[in-house]
Each structure stands twice: as structure tokens, then as C-alpha cells.
């Protein structure tokens, strides 16, 4: 009997060769798991390294300020070389991302170039160094990640520790000056209070994520904790701040996943109340100063003004080029190389190491030149954070932990008015803020993991 030749088999449905077409060979299934493998590695090791770096940077450690730490130092540069493994395995992501934070390095490369007419250029070399040695740390960190969380997740759970030890020392260790408020672990009660506000913030915008219920109830107490602890610091900038975001975080976070006409109705009706404001003002015949005496009590915000209209005439010498960058305060000197009478508050160089205002100790030490490159920095950050929320609608966890990014790095700025803390030298505020901004520029478009 003869086979019909629609039933003769065809060579394609051979054992051995459909195999062969379909399953991937043994090797290249091996190489597959060990890529997934190696890149997991990688990542619960950045996390790790994330997580040792905030611990780093907000415990207090001795050391004099113009000498730095000796710790710090050997842990930046253990961080460096662990980094640089992340920025091998994903080199070609790499080089994008240094593309895309170039107002980044451009800025760090010209707070290098100020040490060139420096009057202390071994100090400003050094502090410019470590400065770049977080960025390059900050891209190893971002490159490596393949989710927003996994940035929250190590910072949430440093936060945590740091401030249970601040609340711990703040029971054991009487406070300098009960008059002034509690500063926990730090020398001062601003610093415990920064630390309350960064808590606050994090906690805050946590409680959102897809976590089990006893995780939001534990990120809820945190957050009753954290404000009791800053209004026992009695830091009014914190407070303030504190205050502020946790109403407008929230409501630009929503605005941000509506059609442009929300926002565009949110601003005009901002721009309205604020003519409404003026008109009431005018109306009650009530001055700026007068406003400014009902909401900050303080006009000199604890002797600050005189801080400022001290340094500022010293910004005229270089304009453009600054001092250098770290080498006008905390050099070794006795006394701040202000022209001033030496027995100001101020000219002493252990009791004010600061301008108190970022914004004029940037211009001061690295010029106009170097304020215009950190705020077009600041404001890209804000921008990018802004845009990697509006784009990931869809996913909860990663549009909350931007949310804690932006959450932060608005706070960071703002403080930076009334303290010198973003771009300053040997500034943990400062380099956490570095690590914002590239992961920022490594979430804004990309809404799978980078390979």
C-alpha cells in the first residue's frame, strides 16, 4: 500500500533537527544564568554599598575639618573600587549616563580647576577629589540598579538606623544647650534636625509603596517619631520644610500623572491667590517687613544676615573664578579671612566654618561661573525626578521611590538657604544630593532594567 505524499513526514518534524532548532544550546543556557546571575550579584552589592554609604556620611566621626577623616577617606575609596565593577559590567550604559550628567562633571571638573589660584590648592585639589570620587561612585550605583526601589530600599533602612540612634543618644547624652534643642548624635541640634526631615520625607512617601501592612504601620509610627524628634531640635528650617513638602509632594506627584491642563489649572489658580495675597497686604497696609517679622520672627534668621553681608563683599574680589573651591573655610586658620573687625562672631574660624547660605558659598568659592552650573544642575535633577514620575503611571513602586527622590533633593535645596549644604565641601548633604541627581538622569526615560 502507497502512502499518500500529504502524509509523508517532512524533514522538519525530525527528532534531531527540531531540537536542534528549538532548544537553545546547553552552553548558551549556562552563559544566560550565569549573566542573570553575575548581574543580581552585582546589584544586592551596590545595595549593600548604598546603604554603607549613607551610614557613612551621617554618623558623626572625629577628625578636624581642614585635615578631613582619615576613615571616610579609606571608605570612599573602598567604595570607588567596588564601584568600578558595576561600571565594567555595564560600560556602554555607562558612557550614556556620563553623557547625560555632563552639568555634573562639568561643574566637579571646574571646582577641580579653581585650585589653581586657590590660596590653600592641596585642600581644594582633595576636597574637589572626593567630589568626583561620589560621582564616579554615584554612576556605578545607578548602572547597577534595575529598579528605583532598589535605591529606596538601602536608604530607607539606613534612615531607619541613624535616627533610632539619634533618639537613643538623645536619651542617654544631655544636649549641649537645652535652650537650643536636642541634637541627638551631632554637634549641633541642625544637624539632628536634617536628619528628622530626611526621615519625615522618606517615611512619608513609603507608607504608599505595595508593601504588607505591618511594614506601612512600622513607616507611619516612623513618621510620628520624626516629627516629634524635630520639633524637640527645635531646627526651624527642617520644621518649615517639613511642613511644606508634606502637602506639595503629594499634590505635584498627582498633578504629574494628570493631562498638562491640570497643571496649567494648579498654577493659575497658585498665580491667583498670590494677587489675592498681595491685595490683602495692600489693603491692610502691611509692609514686607512686617510680613517677614509675623512669619519668621527672626529677620536676621539667628544672626545670619550679618554672615551674609560680610561674605558677599568678598565675592567682588574674583567674581567669576571664586577663591577656590575649599579653600576659604575650616583651612587651619584662626581666623576667616573676611575684612571685617577680628572680634566678629563670625571671623572666628571653629565657631563659623560656613556662609550658612549654599548658594553664596558657591558663588564665593567657585565664582558665578560655578552657582550657575550647580543651580542649572539642581534644576535639571528637578526636571528629570519630575518626568521619571509622569512616565511610570503604571508602576507604583518605582513612581513612589521617585517621588522619595524628588521629595528629598526639593528639601536639599531649599535648606541650602539658610545652611551651605549642597555642592559644600566634605558635606554629606552634599554628596547624597550627587547621588539623587545621576539616579535621577538614570530613571527619567528608562522604564525596564538597562542592559
Known amino acids: 500500500m502507497r502512502t499518500s505524499p500529504k502524509f509523508i513526514p517532512s524533514r522538519n518534524l525530525e527528532p534531531t533537527r527540531f531540537f536542534r532548532e528549538t532548544v537553545p544550546p546547553a552552553h548558551a543556557v549556562r552563559a544566560g544564568y550565569r549573566l542573570i546571575t553575575q548581574r543580581n550579584i552585582i546589584r544586592s552589592a551596590a545595595r549593600f554599598l548604598l546603604f554603607l554609604l549613607v551610614l557613612v556620611f551621617f554618623i558623626p566621626t572625629s577628625g578636624s575639618a581642614e585635615d578631613g577623616n582619615a576613615f571616610i577617606r579609606s571608605a570612599l575609596l573602598a567604595c570607588l573600587a567596588i564601584s568600578m565593577l558595576g561600571i565594567i559590567q555595564h560600560i556602554g550604559t555607562s558612557v550614556k549616563l556620563f553623557l547625560r550628567t555632563w552639568p555634573v562633571w562639568v561643574l566637579l571638573l571646574w571646582f577641580l580647576l579653581t585650585s589653581h589660584w586657590a590660596s590653600y590648592p592641596d585642600i581644594s585639589i582633595r576636597r574637589s577629589i572626593a567630589y568626583i570620587t561620589i560621582y564616579l561612585i554615584a554612576v556605578s550605583l545607578a548602572v547597577s540598579f534595575e529598579h528605583p526601589v532598589d535605591f529606596q530600599r538601602p536608604l530607607y533602612l539606613a534612615l531607619v538606623l541613624i535616627f533610632l540612634a ?234 513612589v521611590s521617585c517621588m522619595i527622590m524628588l521629595a528629598l533633593g526639593l528639601a536639599m535645596v531649599i535648606a541650602n538657604l539658610t545652611e551651605s549644604l549642597v555642592f559644600q565641601y566634605s558635606n554629606p548633604v552634599g554628596y547624597l544630593f550627587v547621588l539623587i541627581v545621576v539616579q535621577g538622569e538614570r530613571w527619567r526615560l528608562e522604564r525596564a532594567p538597562i542592559i
Open 166 to 399: 539619634n533618639i537613643v543618644a538623645a536619651q542617654i547624652i544631655p544636649p549641649n544647650n537645652a535652650k537650643l534643642g536636642v541634637n541627638g548624635l551631632y554637634a549641633q541640634k541642625n544637624g539632628a534636625g536634617v536628619i528628622a526631615l530626611y526621615v519625615i520625607m522618606v517615611m512619608t512617601v513609603s507608607i504608599a509603596l505595595r508593601r504588607p501592612l505591618i511594614t506601612k504601620l512600622f513607616s507611619a509610627c516612623l513618621v510620628i517619631l520624626g516629627w516629634a524628634f524635630l520639633i524637640s531640635t527645635q531646627a526651624k528650617t527642617s520644621y518649615a520644610i517639613a511642613v511644606c513638602l508634606s502637602f506639595m509632594i503629594p499634590v505635584l506627584s498627582y498633578l504629574l500623572l494628570k493631562p498638562k491642563a491640570y497643571m496649567l489649572f494648579a498654577a493659575a489658580v497658585c498665580a491667583l491667590l498670590f494677587g489675592v495675597m498681595v491685595l490683602v497686604f495692600q489693603l491692610m497696609n502691611l509692609t514686607l517687613e512686617e510680613l517677614g517679622k509675623a512669619i519668621f520672627v527672626d529677620l536676621t534668621f539667628t544672626n545670619r544676615t550679618f554672615i551674609w553681608n560680610a561674605v558677599i563683599p568678598e565675592i567682588w574680589h574674583r567674581p567669576w573664578t571664586g577663591a577656590g573651591f575649599g579653600s576659604f573655610w575650616a583651612t587651619g586658620r584662626l581666623l576667616n579671612p573676611i575684612n571685617a573687625r577680628p572680634d566678629e562672631f563670625f571671623m572666628d574660624a571653629k565657631l563659623i566654618n560656613e556662609a550658612h547660605n549654599g548658594y553664596i558659598d558657591i558663588a564665593l568659592q567657585a565664582g558665578f561661573i560655578g552657582l550657575v552650573l550647580a543651580l542649572l544642575v539642581m534644576a535639571r535633577a528637578a526636571w528629570q525626578l519630575c518626568r521619571a514620575i509622569s512616565i511610570r503611571s503604571d508602576d507604583c513602586d518605582g513612581r
